[in-house]
């Protein structure tokens, strides 16, 4: 007989904890939760309830997805020594 390896269910974060974990509010990630969902990771939705939950490996997934690259130095913008700034003219 098969020995099958029980997987233990990791606890489901709350709204609170991933914004904890985001270092953005409650109220924003309540708002891009309905009105801008790809800004926040997957949501795991229970049958019969609408409370907004995440499982922890799918953060984790996300949050690597979105880490940048290595910085690049800026590229210099040179202008033109004749060239005046930008906006209306100063009084003089």
């Known amino acids: 007989m ?30 891009d939760a309905s009105r801008n969902p ?3 990771p997957p949501i ?4 019969g309830t609408k409370r907004l939950l995440w499982r922890a490996e799918d953060v984790q997934r996300w ?9 690049q130095e800026p590229i210099p913008v040179h202008l033109p020594a004749n060239s005046r700034g930008r906006g209306r ?3 003089v």
Do not use: F, N, W
């Open 44 to 47: 795991c939705r229970l049958p």
């Open 2 to 31: 098969p020995e099958h390896k029980e997987r233990a269910v990791e606890p489901l974060l709350s709204v609170e904890e991933l914004a904890t974990c985001l270092h953005k509010s409650v109220a924003s990630i309540r708002s």
């Open 89 to 91: 003219p100063r009084k």
């Open 63 to 71: 949050l690597a997805q979105h880490v940048a690259g290595p910085r």
């Open 38 to 40: 790809d800004a926040l």
